[in-house]
């Protein structure tokens, strides 16, 4: 096919021809970098992709630290409310169960706050405060656990079935906030750091 002669301008057409190349190149005597393309990608191979932390830390650090705060108020009013008892009733046997409600009630406090400070932890990305929130969950297993075995026979359930459906809850729930706040460990991106608690 030969070109129009309209559009042939002989001083003005400019033609390159044989090997181009960076005067860099030439007179540094360098060769050019071969860059190998990763085809699944298609980025060259060593290219490096930087992408935003996870917000999952941040948003469970913030659920653990609402849990711990209404624990606390919870705890509180457990005490309070027990204490307040302990004067209006004349049966012993329910003497000695507020008694005991109200001790609960003093270690759940503690349990609350070691939620909350694990809640911190965890909103700062750091691992001790998964490894607390574990430990505070099963810290307050156990005491779901002795509040339920520490029943008066004449308050408790005679077949025990009221205890164990109340164990077996408490397992079930402990178990299922423990795998919660082990989210941010199993999210890669996640930004966590290698803290440990002990």
Not at 19 to 47: A, H, R, S
Not at 71 to 80: D, E, K, Q, W
Not at 129 to 136: F, R
Request: with cysteine; net charge negative.
């Amino acid at each position: 096919m030969q070109p129009d002669e309209s559009q042939i301008d002989g001083d003005k057409q400019v033609m390159i021809s044989g090997d181009v190349q960076n005067p860099q190149f030439v007179q540094t005597g360098m060769q050019p970098q071969t860059v190998i393309i990763d085809p699944n990608t298609g980025l060259p191979q060593n290219v490096i992709l930087m992408q935003q932390p996870s917000s999952a830390p941040k948003v469970i650090g913030v659920f653990v630290i609402i849990f711990g705060a209404i624990g606390v108020i919870g705890s509180a009013l457990g005490l309070f409310g027990s204490s307040f008892l302990e004067g209006q009733v004349e049966d012993s046997v329910l003497d000695a169960y507020i008694t005991q409600i109200m001790i609960f009630s003093l270690l759940s406090i503690f349990v609350s706050i070691g939620t909350i400070l694990s809640g911190v932890w965890i909103n700062d990305r750091q691992t001790r405060g998964v490894h607390l929130a574990w430990i505070v969950t099963g810290y307050s297993l156990l005491l779901s656990i002795g509040q339920q075995m520490t029943i008066p026979a004449e308050l408790s359930d005679p077949s025990g079935l009221g205890q164990a459906i109340g164990i077996g809850f408490s397992v079930v729930c402990n178990g299922i906030c423990g795998l919660i706040v082990a989210i941010p460990l199993m999210i890669s991106g996640s930004g966590m750091d290698n803290t440990k608690l002990f």
